[in-house]
């Protein structure tokens, strides 16, 4: 399988706090790419962080990726309820966009 | 942003008929399409990559004659289950591209066959 490992696979934490995902994956990749998905929903792309990136920042997101260790980092800075939803880890191995998904964490921010 | 649509967003058949999804690119050419399953609590799987106008590559473990992939057009691609049987109950999701462009993922189907 090519699907990726995140950890921790539930994370519960206060409203203000920062919020940490890691994901581990098997292959090289193209790029890394964070979607986020409301309970049976849609998913909502974050961010992309190319294999060439170690780190990456859009807004109260930070992504890191170390290649060497086929590890990448999600943290939200200073949590929302609103914040409250699944995240995944997605790579792209050849940049053709056919990504292969971690298994997800999820998280929840309590007000 | 690019919107893509899937059409149903929810359907409900009986054991032993099939389901066609569609998977709608509204405002942009979509050369490839791609197709996930979603099991509940875990996490997506690729099905399938298509390309307009030719055959889909499937991914090891996914039957191309059960899960039937049409990308008869730039802006349309489509999902047929056939046949299907309730452990093929799932949130069936679609993402569609242009050339190398991230990219952009339909809302989803949900799947139950009873």
């Known amino acids: 399988s090519q699907q990726g490992e995140e950890d921790p696979q539930a994370l519960s934490i206060q409203e203000g706090e920062n919020a940490t995902m890691n994901c581990s994956y098997k292959?090289?990749?193209?790029?890394l790419q964070w979607y986020r998905q409301n309970s049976g929903r849609g998913l909502v792309h974050l961010i992309l962080?190319?294999?060439?990136?170690r780190e990456k920042h859009s807004g109260r997101l930070r992504v890191t990726l170390d290649t060497s260790k086929k590890s990448s980092s999600l943290l939200i800075t200073a949590s929302r309820a609103a914040d409250t939803a699944s995240y995944f880890c997605?790579?792209?191995?050849?940049?053709?966009?056919?990504?292969?998904f971690g298994t997800g964490t999820r998280l929840t921010v309590i007000p | 942003g690019a919107v893509v649509s899937q059409h149903p967003s929810r359907v409900i058949c009986k054991s032993g008929t099939s389901v066609k999804i569609e998977c709608r690119s509204l405002?942009?050419?979509?050369?490839?399409m791609f197709w996930y399953r979603q099991f509940p609590k875990q996490s997506l799987m690729l099905m399938a990559t298509?390309?307009?106008?030719?055959?889909?590559?499937?991914e090891q473990g996914v039957e191309k004659d059960k899960f039937l992939i049409n990308h008869a057009s730039l802006t349309l691609s489509t999902l047929t289950v056939t046949s299907a049987h309730p452990e093929d109950s799932s949130f069936y999701i679609c993402?569609?591209?242009?050339?190398?462009?991230?990219?952009?993922f339909g809302p989803g189907t949900r799947l139950t066959v009873l």
């Open positions: 298509s390309n307009e106008g030719s055959k889909a590559t499937y």
């Open positions: 993402s569609a591209a242009r050339g190398q462009a991230l990219p952009y």
């Open positions: 405002d942009f050419q979509a050369t490839t």
């Open positions: 997605a790579t792209d191995q050849t940049g053709a966009n056919n990504l292969f």
């Open positions: 962080i190319r294999s060439n990136e």
């Open positions: 292959t090289s990749i193209n790029n």
